[in-house]
């Protein structure tokens, strides 16, 4: 294990520049895995516990991105003329090539002779975050070196394939050392624009290293969540819950919402470790159920879920009519309903899809499946750049079930505080005002129409009395009868 003393020294140096006098962390034992960061005090729910910066960060350029964005400032460029003129096979922008950081890439790559300078290649793009560590100081080099790295066969591939894009690569093996560990440690704890890392809805695209972040180990109930600041990508880490004195911070490396078997897969894979977090070991993820299927048998109503055996293909067990079934027997099911609805969302009609989750899906997947519930955060997801086809009726019911069923999910699993619980809560919130908002004008329109008809029915009642009025002084007013004409006297009386 790395010592705990020289990892915290190192951390305060790269950390100086925030002048934090008492940080509310410090790196100890750890229980989960050999060493970690404690909380030296107790943090409430949603309090910043640190801030990290990157040690090292640039562009991921993956083989599909468009490499036309400055290798300094990290802002897109026009799409023509943005390579470096000095001949360093870097983009960058007219300000910071003449930054300090330019300078020192520029003199570096320029010195290896790039075999076709004035064209972009990712390749030579993505080995900058790498080959900056050569530039870093002894310090700085040193923490790299305190960071966890999974030495596997593939963290030599990067630079050994990188070097081929150059006339005169280095052959001194202490600078491929270097790179090669610094590739494993970015490998292990770094951040690359497409790794599931960044799973809480907000976007990083760049590759990069951030130092303290990269001490806390990984639970799949994690008591933290980060951000990062817009221009100057600084990472706040704030308590998703309260978190105890002397207890570890943790944070997660995979998606929130994946199921058992797809996380120890993925941690496993690409992290190197099986994961014995609390959720990890029940079957049931806190009775979330997120790997659940029905029971293979039609007469049982019963939910399938994974034992848990630390194998990546498990068995599955009916938690009702205990029959087991195989691996390959429950991925059948699974597969069969992701497809089904993965086909709904790659169509182009939102409405289909919602109706295919709000009357469908149900009957051959639970509701507590990951499958469905990415696919509710999709359908939120594209319900907030506008409803397509959907009624504004049919929107506004989606966005208050969908995101009460995944608050309710985060609650299962007791996921405390997270950005995409905040961007929940604040659609429902504004959902709910909405919903106020419409029965208040609902209630006002039967208050003001209950009132003309009152009125209405009074002028009925006054008419009918006037009616009734005018008739009798009609009766009044005609002349009386006349009297029947006295008998006409008699002449002879
Ligand atoms: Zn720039
Ligand atoms: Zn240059
Ligand atoms: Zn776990
Ligand atoms: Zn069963």
Same mark, same amino acid.
């Given at each position: 294990?790395?010592?705990?003393?020289?990892?915290?020294?190192?951390?305060?140096?790269?950390? /100086?520049?925030?002048?934090?006098?008492?940080?509310?962390?410090?790196?100890?034992?750890?229980?989960?895995?050999?060493?970690?960061?404690?909380?030296?005090?107790?943090?409430?729910?949603?309090?910043?516990?640190?801030?990290?910066?990157?040690?090292?960060?640039?562009?991921?350029? *993956?083989?599909?991105?468009?490499?036309?964005?400055?290798?300094?400032?990290?802002?897109?460029?026009?799409?023509?003329?943005?390579?470096?003129?000095?001949?360093?096979?870097?983009?960058?922008?007219?300000?910071?090539?003449?930054?300090?950081?330019?300078?020192?890439?520029?003199?570096?790559?320029?010195?290896?002779?790039?075999? @076709?300078?004035?064209?972009?290649?990712?390749?030579?793009?993505?080995?900058?975050?790498?080959?900056?560590?050569?530039?870093?100081?002894?310090?700085?080099?040193?923490?790299?070196?305190?960071?966890?790295?999974?030495?596997?066969?593939?963290?030599?591939?990067?630079?050994?394939?990188? /070097?081929?894009?150059?006339?005169?690569?280095?052959?001194?093996?202490?600078?491929?050392?270097?790179?090669?560990?610094?590739?494993?440690?970015?490998?292990?704890?770094?951040?690359?624009?497409?790794?599931?890392?960044?799973?809480?809805?907000?976007?990083?695209?760049?590759?990069?290293?951030?130092?303290?972040?990269?001490?806390?180990? *990984?639970?799949?109930?994690?008591?933290?969540?980060?951000?990062?600041?817009?221009?100057?990508?600084?990472?706040?880490?704030?308590?998703?819950?309260?978190?105890?004195?002397?207890?570890?911070?943790?944070?997660?490396?995979?998606?929130?919402?994946?199921?058992?078997?797809?996380?120890?897969?993925?941690?496993?894979?690409?992290?190197?470790?099986?994961?014995?977090?609390?959720?990890?070991?029940?079957?049931?993820?806190?009775?979330?159920?997120?790997?659940?299927?029905?029971?293979?048998?039609?007469?049982?109503?019963?939910?399938?879920?994974?034992?848990?055996?630390?194998?990546? *293909?498990?068995?599955?067990?009916?938690?009702?009519?205990?029959?087991?079934?195989? *691996?390959?027997?429950?991925?059948?099911?699974?597969?069969?309903?992701?497809?089904a609805i993965n086909a709904k969302a790659n169509s182009n009609s939102l409405r289909t899809l919602v109706q295919y989750l709000n009357e469908k899906s149900?009957?051959?997947?639970?509701?507590?499946?990951?499958?469905v519930?990415d696919a509710k955060l999709t359908v939120l997801q594209r319900l907030g750049q506008g409803r397509e086809d959907c009624s504004e009726e049919l929107a506004a019911n989606t966005r208050l079930r969908y995101s009460?069923d995944?608050?309710?999910?985060?609650?299962?699993?007791?996921?405390?505080?997270?950005?995409?619980?905040?961007?929940?809560?604040?659609l429902?919130?504004r959902e709910?005002?909405l919903r106020?908002?419409r029965?208040? @004008?609902?209630?006002?329109?039967?208050?003001?129409?209950?009132?003309?008809?009152?009125?209405?029915?009074?002028?009925?009642?006054?008419?009918?009395?006037?009616?009734?009025?005018?008739?009798?002084?009609?009766?009044?007013?005609?002349?009386?009868?006349?009297?029947?004409?006295?008998?006409?006297?008699?002449?002879?009386?």
């Amino acid at each position: 294990m790395i010592c705990p003393k020289r990892t915290s020294e190192l951390l305060d140096l790269h950390l /100086a520049p925030f002048k934090d006098k008492d940080p509310a962390w410090e790196v100890g034992v750890s229980k989960i895995a050999g060493r970690g960061l404690m909380a030296t005090r107790s943090l409430k729910r949603g309090q910043i516990i640190f801030k990290d910066m990157p040690l090292l960060i640039s562009l991921s350029a *993956h083989e599909e991105d468009s490499l036309n964005t400055c290798s300094v400032c990290l802002t897109e460029l026009p799409d023509t003329r943005f390579m470096c003129r000095m001949g360093c096979g870097l983009p960058v922008c007219s300000l910071c090539s003449k930054k300090k950081q330019h300078k020192n890439d520029c003199d570096l790559l320029k010195s290896w002779g790039p075999n @076709e300078p004035e064209v972009a290649n990712s390749v030579i793009i993505r080995l900058l975050c790498v080959a900056r560590a050569l530039n870093l100081n002894k310090d700085q080099r040193d923490l790299i070196y305190c960071l966890q790295a999974n030495l596997d066969n593939n963290h030599r591939v990067e630079v050994r394939n990188a /070097a081929k894009c150059f006339k005169n690569f280095p052959t001194d093996k202490k600078i491929f050392e270097i790179m090669n560990r610094t590739v494993a440690v970015l490998r292990t704890n770094g951040f690359d624009k497409t790794t599931d890392r960044t799973n809480d809805n907000q976007e990083f695209n760049y590759r990069a290293l951030y130092p303290l972040f990269a001490v806390m180990n *990984h639970d799949c109930i994690p008591n933290t969540y980060y951000t990062f600041e817009a221009k100057t990508n600084i990472m706040i880490v704030r308590a998703a819950v309260d978190i105890p004195e002397g207890f570890e911070i943790t944070t997660t490396y995979t998606k929130l919402f994946t199921g058992n078997i797809a996380r120890h897969l993925f941690l496993k894979m690409k992290k190197g470790f099986t994961c014995k977090c609390s959720r990890c070991s029940d079957p049931t993820e806190k009775g979330a159920y997120i790997s659940g299927l029905y029971c293979r048998d039609t007469n049982c109503s019963g939910l399938v879920v994974p034992e848990i055996t630390g194998l990546p *293909h498990p068995n599955y067990n009916c938690l009702e009519c205990k029959q087991k079934s195989t *691996h390959a027997q429950m991925m059948k099911s699974q597969d069969f309903a992701s497809g089904a609805i993965n086909a709904k969302a790659n169509s182009n009609s939102l409405r289909t899809l919602v109706q295919y989750l709000n009357e469908k899906s149900d009957n051959f997947i639970p509701s507590s499946n990951y499958v469905v519930i990415d696919a509710k955060l999709t359908v939120l997801q594209r319900l907030g750049q506008g409803r397509e086809d959907c009624s504004e009726e049919l929107a506004a019911n989606t966005r208050l079930r969908y995101s009460r069923d995944v608050i309710q999910v985060m609650d299962q699993l007791g996921l405390g505080e997270s950005l995409v619980r905040t961007q929940l809560q604040e659609l429902l919130r504004r959902e709910e005002e909405l919903r106020a908002k419409r029965l208040a @004008e609902d209630a006002e329109k039967q208050r003001k129409l209950a009132e003309l008809q009152a009125k209405a029915a009074e002028a009925d009642k006054l008419l009918a009395a006037l009616e009734e009025a005018a008739r009798a002084e009609e009766v009044a007013a005609a002349p009386a009868p006349a009297p029947a004409p006295a008998p006409a006297a008699t002449e002879t009386a």
